[in-house]
């Protein structure tokens, strides 16, 4: 099959694939698939992009060479559904080219890039998924393709999309990326392996937004980094962090009472304000880092908090660092401390930082950082509030 898509003077777009196969079992009650199977190989993107603005021209162009995903639905009696899928693909290649014009051409390396990917995988699970009530809510908006009967209707509308509400119980997904390149100007990127994963509420009192990402085996072009930085430049980095404490159903539920599409804007010009409350009920939101890493062939430093970020005033909770081979990395930074200005600058950091720093039995330094009291940072049980410039409390 193929797709072919032109906007004169803007931009093209071509999609096509050497062979698809799909099937599906699909549940007229529940408005879902109960099960459904893809595959497709040979896929191809092709795109030119001109910006009128800046008077760029950006081809690209993408192949998979196989691409498959299968996909679970089980009804539930509350009449919403939940969902499981596992996507699969390999062999990924783009590339992309943009013609500058003449005066920009000589004010940059070219902005061309190309990258590889050899495979990867991805998993999805959706709890209490309201297909039918969002199918008709895309349904009602087909059959209103004006602005005029969209305000006639809006009583409606309000109906509808109240109907819909959570969307969705939760959503969890995670994917691996195996054995990544990136090409630029400034030369090869690499990576072994990388992961991302998203936890999300629906419109819910209990919010919730979890995200992780992990790289691993990361590589830069050679001269990029001061050879004095050989083994201390990241391999690895992990983050994962959750955002919770706040509410998303009073807000949406308040701007659905207020919203009135005859009126320009449709909401009240202060309204955002207004919802804050309802949004954070203690006006603040939890943020929450679980096994963090930054780590290099010499190195590694782990961390995690848990902490209180309030919409006013200096955030509150706990952190905690972990960090092994210091001195291997104290002697790499001074032997070029004498020539190097960069290296002068982060010796001094250093040397503060394992100072502030606890010696444990196994070798490694670890800082507990306490920011309970307003205004207070307790280092390792040691009160640092002036050292950092921090205004006295209150």
Do not use: C
């Not at 693909?89 to 050899?118: H, K, Q, R, W």
């Amino acid at each position: 099959w193929g797709l072919t898509w032109n906007a004169p003077g803007i931009s093209s777009f071509d999609a096509k694939a050497a062979s698809n196969e799909w099937n599906g079992v699909f549940d007229e009650n529940i408005v879902a698939f109960l099960n459904s199977t893809y595959a497709l190989k040979g896929v191809t993107f092709t795109q030119v992009m001109n910006d009128p603005f800046s008077q760029t021209k950006t081809s690209s162009a993408s192949s998979i060479e196989s691409w498959s995903r299968t996909a679970l639905g089980t009804a539930r009696a509350d009449g919403a559904v939940d969902t499981q899928s596992t996507m699969s693909f390999s062999g990924v290649t783009t590339a992309s080219t943009t013609e500058l014009p003449e005066g920009m051409a000589a004010s940059g390396p070219p902005m061309d890039y190309s990258a590889n990917i050899a495979g990867g995988s991805y998993t999805s699970a959706i709890k209490g998924f309201r297909s039918k009530a969002i199918l008709d809510l895309v349904a009602w908006f087909v059959a209103r393709p004006s602005k005029e009967l969209l305000i006639r209707d809006q009583a409606q509308l309000k109906e509808k999309l109240t109907e819909a509400l959570p969307l969705w119980d939760s959503l969890d997904s995670s994917g691996s990326y195996d054995k990544g390149t990136v090409n630029t100007a400034l030369g090869q990127f690499g990576f072994g392996s990388a992961g991302g994963a998203v936890t999300l509420s629906g419109i819910t009192k209990d919010g919730l937004l979890r995200e992780a990402i992990s790289l691993t085996d990361f590589t830069i072009p050679a001269g990029i980094a001061p050879p004095w930085t050989d083994g201390l430049v990241p391999n690895t980095f992990k983050l994962d962090f959750t955002l919770s404490g706040f509410d998303l159903e009073a807000p949406v539920k308040m701007a659905l009472a207020q919203v009135d599409f005859s009126k320009d804007p449709p909401l009240p010009p202060d309204s955002g304000m207004l919802y804050l409350p309802a949004f954070a009920p203690n006006n603040a939101v939890n943020v929450k880092l679980s096994e963090g890493e930054i780590s290099s062939p010499i190195f590694k430093i782990t961390y995690d908090s848990d902490m209180i970020v309030g919409f006013a005033g200096f955030p509150t909770g706990k952190a905690t660092i972990r960090m092994t081979g210091m001195d291997a990395v104290l002697a790499k930074v001074q032997g070029a401390a004498a020539t190097d200005p960069m290296a002068q600058q982060a010796m001094g950091g250093l040397v503060a930082a394992k100072g502030f720093g606890k010696a444990e039995a196994d070798g490694s330094l670890v800082w507990v950082v306490d920011v309970a009291a307003p205004n207070k940072v307790m280092i390792n049980g040691v009160d640092m509030s002036a050292f950092l410039g921090m205004p006295p409390a209150q």
